[in-house]
């Protein structure tokens, strides 16, 4: 009997291990997590970075510019004359050549200018010869006068002789003197660094220095205007001096600097418009009459302030303005107080500092504190 008691109950603590083993089973309320599916090793939770483009906050001075469109046009206009009276030899140069100061750009007939100072030259040869006689004739006759051998008459008339001769070698030394600066004048050179705008005269036709029409006319392009064409509603914003940039459409990577030299006076009744002529320097001459450029007048500038890109603003709900400032690859939302904006840049009153890092890319996407990836937006 007491064998069977002690059977039974060694059963018994076998059947409540066994139950203990399956309450610990996979599934079974009360088990630990990691006894099914323990976790890697080394694993652990990750927060998505972010990737954004930022620019930095700089110091910088702004321009409020007006926009407007406008041409290339010559500097000035020269009608280039002959200053001798004849016959026009040559022309070696045509419309559209670019030429230099200095540069032949058309030939008088100098055939009877030479003719003309060939004899002036054997004139005034025996001049000279008729001269040196009348001068030691001079001569002999003060020494023989000196001592009685002739009278004071004699001696005036050889005196009288010798001038004659003096001022008549010095006349025709002056006559050849002026047949050479016409012979000079006969080659006409440009004064100026210009593009042939038209041939005026033809080849062997009489050409007179009294004529109103040059022989060609350059237009001066070592400097050149930019007119622009401001509508009436600008114009009291304008004045001369004032600051622009011009880009010709044929170098669109070019921009040039250049001042209002002049503004019509008179506007053009059709398009109520007027022309503000921006005087601009083209040095390598690439700037041609005609070319099409854009232009942007300054009308004021605000130095030295802080600046970001427009599109790094973003509107809150309440109307503010905020912006993304990136620190330790970390987004914070800062409120800003833009001030004046231009094209490409907004005057930040308050909030910011030169070198805050500012998010222009990828903002959509962020929350405060986000974690980013950043890089430097592209210039």
Known sequence: ??????????????????????????????????????PPKGSEVMTERLPVKTVQAQLRDLEITLPVFGSINYLDKVDLASEITGILKEVPVKPGDLIRKGQVVAIMDTELLEAELKTKTALKAQSEAQLHLATWNYQAQRKVQRVGGISLKDLEEAEAKYREKTAEVARYAAEMAQIRLQIKKATITSPII?????????????????????????????????????????????????????????????????????????????????????????????????????????LDKVPQVVAIPPQALRRAADKSWQVYVISDEIAILRSVTPGLTTANWVEIKAGLQPGDAVVVEGAERLRDLSRVVSSPAAP
């Open 194 to 298: 210009a593009i042939v705008g038209a041939r005026n005269r033809n080849l062997g036709e009489r050409v007179h220095i009294e004529s109103e029409k040059g022989i060609v006319t350059l237009m001066q392009v070592e400097e050149v205007y930019a007119e622009a064409e401001v509508n009436e509603q600008d114009l009291a914003r304008l004045r001369v001096g004032l600051d622009a940039t011009v880009v010709p459409d044929a170098f669109p990577r070019s921009t040039l600097r250049g001042r209002i030299d002049r503004i019509d006076p008179v506007l053009k009744p059709e398009s109520r418009s007027a022309i503000a002529k921006i005087r601009v320097a083209n040095p390598e001459l690439a700037l041609k009459p005609g070319m099409f450029s854009r232009i942007e007048i300054v």
């Open 1 to 38: 009997m007491r064998l069977f008691s002690w059977r039974f109950s060694l059963a018994v603590i076998l059947l409540a291990l066994g139950a203990g083993v399956s309450l610990r089973s996979p599934g079974t309320p009360g088990a630990p997590a990691h006894a099914a599916n323990p």
